[in-house]
């Protein structure tokens, strides 16, 4: 099975645009999590998709927002970029979302920088 | 927020040897996972301990939970340079949102 892909890999934007990041989960997969990674604040969870409904948000502004696909396919766009959003994006998909004790596979991520 | 912290956030040890890390959480959890990440890339899981679970072996590693405590260990033996990572513990309380620590980098030196 291919495994978690985000696209793209690497992206520079201005303060003041927007972006939208995409992942593609796993196969078989119907839930998609999205993480922010930046050495000050470490790994913190933006929102988790489940059959295309946003099951679980993080404690980000609005502007971070996401969506899913039928395919289960996710985007996330963040509007308004401040320099504060440079940062490792990670998509994660599990097989199963109703079960609780399965583990997360992670996509390579999205390295956004502000400028 | 993160649920809590790893220890000791850098450990530099020599191939052969064993590296121990420990985490610590604050809430109740359904489940403890602990990840690996080379050099700023994903994340790869390394295992998982459920809350009914008190040690789990997989291959060199060992991880041990005590909830009483609300901490986790994680144990490598015989490490080699291809461990040099950071390794992340990371509780789930409910569905597929994870609450990670801060990390512990490891670097083990030929």
């Known amino acids: 099975k291919a495994g978690v892909t985000q696209t793209p890999r690497y992206l520079i934007k201005t303060r003041g645009q927007q972006v939208t990041l995409s992942c593609s989960p796993i196969?078989?997969?119907?839930?998609v999590s999205w993480y922010q990674q930046t050495p000050g604040q470490g790994l913190q969870f933006l929102f988790e998709y489940f059959s295309e409904t946003q099951r679980n948000k993080g404690n980000f502004p609005g502007r971070f927002s996401g969506r899913q696909f039928s395919n289960s396919r996710s985007e996330m766009n963040v509007s308004t970029l401040e320099l504060g959003d440079s940062a490792l994006y990670l998509c994660?998909?599990?097989?199963?979302?109703?079960?609780?004790?399965?583990?997360?596979?992670f996509g390579q991520g999205t390295r956004l920088t502000v400028v | 927020s993160q649920q809590g912290e790893e220890d000791p956030q850098a450990l530099s040890i020599q191939e052969g040897e064993n590296a121990t890390m420990n985490c610590s959480y604050k809430?109740?959890?359904?489940?403890l996972q602990w990840y690996r990440q080379n050099s700023g890339r994903g994340l790869v899981h390394l295992i998982l301990i459920r809350s009914n679970e008190r040690e789990k072996h997989s291959g060199r590693l060992r991880v041990t939970l005590d909830t009483s405590k609300k901490s986790s260990s994680l144990l490598i033996t015989a490490s080699r340079a291809a461990d040099t990572a950071s390794y992340f513990c990371a509780t789930s309380s409910g569905y597929s949102t994870l609450t990670f620590g801060k990390g512990t980098m490891l670097l083990v030196s030929p």
């Open positions: 196969s078989g997969h119907r839930s």
């Open positions: 809430t109740s959890i359904n489940n």
């Open positions: 994660a998909s599990s097989p199963v979302g109703q079960r609780v004790n399965t583990e997360a596979f």
